[in-house]
């Protein structure tokens, strides 16, 4: 996907895009957050951070930087109630402009399988997370039973050139974790990789947590 489309895609639909999230692909996000074991004062990158439906579920004393293409989407983030400290930054996740090593722990929502090179944006977050950092993910991802992914390759072309709902969301029908995780031979140690199974090829999804291994 062109990342002007992405950025105009999700512009577009910032003021929708919870509401979406919420009917299609409402997943608690508390225990994702608490996946990453965070401490008071350290630095979390939110990749992607969207509309901040992340925001709530971070605790007390925690500095968030959250990163997205999209400002409009950023505005809607702005108007969460959240307990951390929260900052937000206009950046493109493939191409980070923080140092090597700045965060303690990241975390990624619903964000790889709509980047254009997901294994460039991984890269990217194991750059600037530290040694030994940990990485919550939870996505969308192509299912494991033949049967549901025969629909995902037929939603693909649409749902990554026209959305679903249509102009709303883009994102790849086929992001095949398998791929992206094992066969990548990134720096990364999976502790969980907890798969979400459905007959709804559009409900089929992951939860992982990576650590971050390099040296």
């Known amino acids: 996907m062109q990342l002007a489309k992405i950025i105009e895609t999700y512009d577009r639909g910032a003021a929708d895009y919870e509401s979406i999230m919420l009917r299609y692909w409402n997943i608690d996000r508390k225990p994702l957050i608490a996946s990453l074991q965070l401490q008071p004062?350290?630095?979390?990158?939110?990749?992607?951070?969207?509309?901040?439906?992340?925001?709530?579920?971070?605790?007390?004393?925690?500095?968030?930087?959250?990163?997205?293409?999209?400002?409009?989407?950023?505005?809607?983030?702005?108007?969460?109630?959240?307990?951390?400290?929260?900052?937000?930054?206009?950046?493109?996740?493939?191409?980070?402009?923080?140092?090597?090593?700045?965060?303690?722990?990241?975390?990624?929502?619903?964000?790889?399988?709509?980047v254009a090179n997901p294994v460039r944006a991984l890269e990217e977050i194991l750059r600037v997370t530290k040694p030994g950092a940990l990485i919550a993910i939870l996505d969308y991802c192509?299912?494991?039973?033949?049967?549901?992914?025969?629909?995902?390759?037929?939603?693909?072309?649409?749902a990554i050139e026209l959305g679903f709902p249509t102009g709303k969301i883009k994102w790849n029908a086929l992001m095949d974790y398998d791929e992206l995780i094992y066969n990548s031979k990134l720096a990364i140690e999976v502790l969980v990789d907890e798969r979400i199974e459905n007959p709804n090829p559009f409900s089929c999804g992951c939860q992982l947590l990576l650590r971050n291994s390099k040296s």
Not at 55 to 72: C, M, N, R, T
Not at 143 to 154: A, F, G, I
């Open 41 to 114: 004062g350290q630095i979390v990158l939110d990749a992607a951070a969207g509309t901040g439906l992340n925001f709530p579920a971070y605790p007390e004393g925690v500095h968030v930087v959250g990163i997205d293409l999209s400002e409009k989407m950023l505005d809607e983030a702005r108007k969460k109630h959240v307990s951390a400290d929260i900052t937000l930054k206009v950046t493109d996740l493939e191409n980070l402009d923080f140092p090597d090593n700045s965060f303690d722990a990241a975390v990624s929502g619903f964000t790889l399988c709509v």
């Open 142 to 158: 192509k299912s494991r039973n033949p049967e549901v992914y025969k629909w995902q390759e037929l939603i693909y072309d649409a």
